[in-house]
């Protein structure tokens, strides 16, 4: 009988906590729908329309719900900027990857030295993104380029890379790389410091190599965090945005139109929100469908016991 008891207080507990705890999330939750969900479904809503500014009348004007989407289909300038994303986001995530994790590598051994230079390789990504596109504006920029400086001086006839069609999305993808590599080497440097000691010392005892310590225990153990750091910085890279608007705008041509680009080009320039909002609502199912397939095929790594 007293067992009885002590349950239903237990479980009479339970419930008064669940309700304290849905209580105090439901004001963050309010305030979330109110400035994520209901812009969200707004951008959707709008999607089905041909809202343009300079028509009034379109604004919940659904007579022709999918005319934005069969514009999609056939909008050969949408189609480039597709391709130049793709570009773009391939090489910065791989770069921010690679490099990320050869200096978290490098960063996690002992030494003070090293333990000093975590904090200055953190310094790309806390500065504001206009602040990095500024100063690569100046890198840039060959009559007050410290770089360019340094061709002239050596010999070198370099020309303004943000203008070269043969280096213009290049040069974007070094500065989005130099601004967002440390995201990455962040996330490994930490999941590096939680791998267990003991797999370590173990693996040296056996006889293993630092290459193969590194091959078959350090990254089979963070292939998880690598995956998730890619993930976010893919997404990222799809909404790229102060870089190109400050350094080429687009240019030259279309050479950097990346597709969130086309698409401000589109509700800002030309006044076509209805079109605007079918691209950023395609290119966000296109970002959720890719990340899925990605965990799908990749997996959330190997664990190590």
């Not at 975590?118 to 504001?128: A, S, W």
Request: hydrophobic residues 55%; neutral net charge.
């Amino acid at each position: 009988m007293i067992s009885e008891r002590l349950a239903g207080t237990a479980a009479g507990f339970a419930r008064q906590q669940h309700r304290f705890f849905a209580y105090c999330v439901a004001p963050s939750l309010a305030v979330l729908a109110v400035i994520t969900l209901l812009p969200s479904l707004y951008l959707l809503a709008t999607s089905f329309t041909q809202l343009s500014l300079t028509r009034p009348e379109t604004l919940w004007d659904f007579s022709q719900p999918l005319e934005s989407y069969r514009q999609l289909l056939a909008d050969s300038r949408l189609h480039n900027s597709v391709w130049v994303q793709v570009k773009l986001s391939f090489w910065t995530v791989l770069l921010q990857l690679l490099i990320g994790l050869g200096l978290a590598l490098l960063l996690n051994m002992k030494s003070r030295l090293l333990e000093a230079l975590r904090t200055v390789f953190l310094i790309p990504m806390v500065l504001p993104p206009i602040v990095v596109a500024i100063i690569w504006k100046v890198i840039y920029t060959p009559d007050i380029s410290p770089m360019h400086g340094i061709f002239r001086a050596i010999g070198w006839n370099v020309p303004a890379l943000i203008t070269d069609p043969n280096w213009a999305l290049t040069s974007i993808i070094i500065a989005d790389t130099w601004e967002w590599f440390p995201f990455t080497m962040l996330m490994v440097l930490a999941a590096l410091q939680m791998i267990p000691q003991e797999l370590l010392d173990a693996a040296k005892v056996d006889g293993a190599s630092p290459w193969q310590v590194t091959r078959h225990v350090t990254l089979p153990f963070i292939t998880g965090i690598l995956l998730v750091a890619g993930l976010f910085r893919l997404i990222d890279s799809i909404k790229a945005f102060p870089l190109i608007f400050i350094l080429t705008d687009g240019g030259p041509g279309n050479l950097t139109e990346v597709t969130n680009y086309y698409s401000y080009l589109q509700a800002f320039n030309f006044s076509y929100l209805g079109f605007s909002s079918a691209i950023t609502v395609a290119l966000l199912a296109a970002s959720i469908v890719l990340s899925w397939v990605i965990v799908r095929a990749v997996g959330w790594g190997v664990r190590v016991d």
